[in-house]
C-alpha cells in the first residue's frame, strides 16, 4: 500500500517561510509526477502546484505563483514545497497526491497523504 | 480555468438509501474526471477514475458515469462507512479543479 507522509506545517507570521516535504512509501517515487493540494478552513480544495517525475513541467496555481516553490528529490523519495511570503489566506491543510507517471495518465491523485496543517496568523 | 459546479453541497440520507451526487464542467473534460470520498484527519481516497473506472478495492455499490460537461456519482446503498465528504476533480487541463464538495450525512 503507497503511502504518502506529509510533514512541516507549523504556525507562522505573514510574510514568513515555511517547507513542506512528502515522503513516498511502498511506490516507485521516480516514475510519478507529483501534485500540491489544499483546503483552506470552510472551503473546497485547491491546486497548488505539480512536478514532472523528471523534474520538468513544473506548473503552479495563480495563487501561489512567484512565492512558492516545488521540487523533488528523487533519491530521498520526497517532494518539497518552498512557501515564501506566507499570506493569511494561505492557511489551509496542505496535501501531497500522486502526480501521473510517464505510461499511466491515470495513477494521478491515486494516492494522497493525510495532510500538513499550515497557519498564517500574526 | 475550468469550474466545476457540485451538487448537492450537502445531502441527509439513511442506510440502504441510493444517493447521486453531481458535477458540471464549465466547458468539455471528456472522461478527466475523478471522485474523491474524504473523512476528517484521513486522506482522501480515490473511489472512480476516468469517470467511471472504479477504483480497486472500492466497494461495487460505488458507480460513476458521464462524459463532457455532466458527470454522477451513485451510491447503490449506502452503507455505515459511507457517511463523509465527496469531491469531484478534473484533470483534463491546467489548473487541476475540484467541486466544492457534498456532505453526506
Known amino acids: 500500500q503507497v503511502q504518502l507522509v506529509a510533514s512541516g506545517g507549523g504556525v507562522v507570521q505573514p510574510g514568513e517561510s515555511l517547507r513542506l516535504s512528502c515522503e513516498a512509501f511502498r511506490l516507485t517515487f521516480s516514475y510519478y509526477g507529483m501534485q500540491w493540494v489544499r483546503q483552506a478552513p470552510g472551503r473546497g480544495l485547491e491546486w497548488v502546484a505539480s512536478i514532472g517525475y523528471d523534474e520538468s513541467n513544473i506548473r503552479y496555481g495563480e495563487s501561489v505563483r512567484g512565492r512558492f516553490t516545488i521540487s523533488r528529490d528523487n533519491s530521498k523519495n520526497t517532494v518539497h514545497l518552498q512557501m515564501s511570503s506566507l499570506r493569511p489566506d494561505d492557511t489551509a491543510v496542505y496535501y501531497c497526491?500522486?502526480?501521473?507517471?510517464?505510461?499511466?495518465?491515470?495513477?494521478?491523485?491515486?494516492?494522497w497523504g493525510q495532510g500538513a496543517l499550515v497557519t498564517v496568523s500574526p | 480555468d475550468i469550474q466545476m459546479t457540485q451538487s448537492p453541497s450537502s445531502l441527509s440520507a439513511s442506510v440502504g438509501d441510493r444517493v447521486t451526487i453531481t458535477c458540471r464542467a464549465s466547458q468539455g473534460i471528456t472522461n478527466s474526471l475523478g471522485w474523491y470520498q474524504m473523512k476528517p484527519g484521513k486522506a482522501p481516497e480515490r473511489l472512480i477514475y476516468g469517470s467511471s473506472t472504479l477504483e480497486n478495492g472500492v466497494p461495487s455499490r460505488f458507480s460513476g458515469s458521464g462524459s463532457g460537461t455532466e458527470f454522477t456519482l451513485t451510491i447503490s446503498s449506502l452503507q455505515p462507512e459511507d457517511f463523509a465528504t465527496y469531491f469531484c476533480l478534473q484533470q483534463h487541463r491546467y489548473p487541476h479543479t475540484f467541486g466544492q464538495g457534498t456532505k453526506l450525512e
Open positions: 497526491a500522486q502526480g501521473p507517471s510517464r505510461s499511466d495518465f491515470w495513477s494521478g491523485y491515486r494516492n
